[in-house]
């Protein structure tokens, strides 16, 4: 347990930490494969995978059954206050009841999964599955104690490091693209795609990275889809990826055309890139801003004065210097310019 706590301490990226992290858990925790997928704060979907995972071909099937399977799903056992459970828990022993396990899991031995949420006041940062194989028995108290008592630390550890992408110079302006759309059927098989869509897709996976060629996140972003047209969960199918150097994109899936009913239809999945709201939200999300603080921050973007803040939220011109002194000092910011420039990304940051 202290490893993980020194690891979360760390300077290094959430991919690096989720990594170390990972390596730290084994020598405590029996595991097979695992699953590792930020999500976005606010929707819960799942933006940035780390995973080792059976068949690469099978991954479209695998996070369709996830985000299906109501059993041990992340946004349940946050909002139930779990932080872990077990499948053998969670089914009572009736391995079956889960969907993924029936359609997934169970082609591979698997005897339990230890599922883990992030979430903390501020939003959904994270979740973790973790494989073990029937052979070597579900998972023991002592172990799922064992994790639960890692997760505090490595929600805030992750929520830092998505704070720090807002530190980072952010990129010139791009070139617009044009539409940017992926064209998937129902069982998250890509039918067809814009022009624009594969420089997106070399941004958001380097050639070099040796990973698929169609993100996670864009099966995550149709499997939310399905998940809220079947009832299972109501989250938006959106999810805000950041790319590199403060540079984020936002992922949403909606129905083409009207149809006869939602299968009818294909799923489209558009990427563009990701609103100033929208950055404002993840900024004080990330940087662990009160409600009131948010505010500030929102009207601050709208390039109004002190006094002005403080005539729009009916706050005294003392009490909205505090929320800004309040602000810098959890963003690090100099100036009012530095902390707007992070977090809309409008220029770089000489603050």
Not at 143 to 158: K, W, Y
Not at 198 to 223: K, T
Request: hydrophobic residues 40%; proline residues 5%; neutral net charge.
């Amino acid at each position: 347990m202290q490893r993980v706590l020194e690891l979360s301490a760390e300077q290094s990226d959430s991919r690096m930490l989720r990594a170390a992290v990972i390596a730290a858990i084994g020598v405590r925790v029996r595991f097979g494969n695992y699953a590792w997928l930020l999500t976005d704060p606010r929707t819960a979907v799942g933006s940035d995978p780390l995973a080792d995972v059976p068949s690469l071909r099978e991954l479209p099937a695998l996070i369709r059954s996830k985000y299906l399977t109501e059993i041990n799903r992340w946004t349940e056992l946050s909002r139930s206050g779990q932080s872990v459970q077990t499948l053998v828990k969670g089914t009572r022993g009736g391995l079956s009841r889960s969907r993924q396990w029936r359609e997934v899991q169970s082609a591979h031995s698997v005897g339990d999964v230890a599922s883990l949420v992030f979430a903390d006041r501020f939003g959904c940062w994270a979740f973790l599955d973790l494989w073990r194989d029937a052979s070597d028995g579900p998972f023991g108290d002592d172990e799922t104690e064992f994790l639960s008592l890692l997760v505090p630390g490595i929600t805030a550890a992750l929520r830092v490091r998505q704070a720090r992408t807002f530190s980072a110079p952010t990129l010139p302006q791009r070139h617009q693209l044009g539409p940017v759309v992926l064209v998937l059927d129902d069982e998250l098989t890509v039918g067809g795609q814009t022009a624009a869509t594969q420089d997106w897709l070399r941004a958001l996976i380097p050639a070099e990275s040796g990973r698929p060629a169609i993100p996670a996140s864009v099966y995550n972003v149709a499997a939310q889809l399905l998940a809220n047209e079947q009832g299972v969960d109501a989250n938006d199918p959106a999810s805000r990826v950041h790319l590199a150097d403060g540079f984020w994109v936002t992922l949403r899936a909606a129905r083409l055309g009207s149809g006869d009913g939602p299968a009818a239809s294909p799923i489209a999945v558009t990427l563009e890139e990701t609103s100033p709201g929208d950055r404002l939200d993840l900024f004080s999300r990330a940087f662990a801003l009160t409600v009131r603080e948010s505010e500030v921050m929102s009207a601050l973007a709208t390039g109004e004065d002190t006094r002005e803040l403080a005539r729009r939220l009916f706050l005294s011109e003392s009490t909205v210097q505090d929320h800004l002194k309040a602000i810098f000092a959890k963003t690090g910011a100099r100036s009012r310019g530095a902390l707007v420039s992070r977090a809309l990304g409008t220029r770089p940051d000489s603050g």
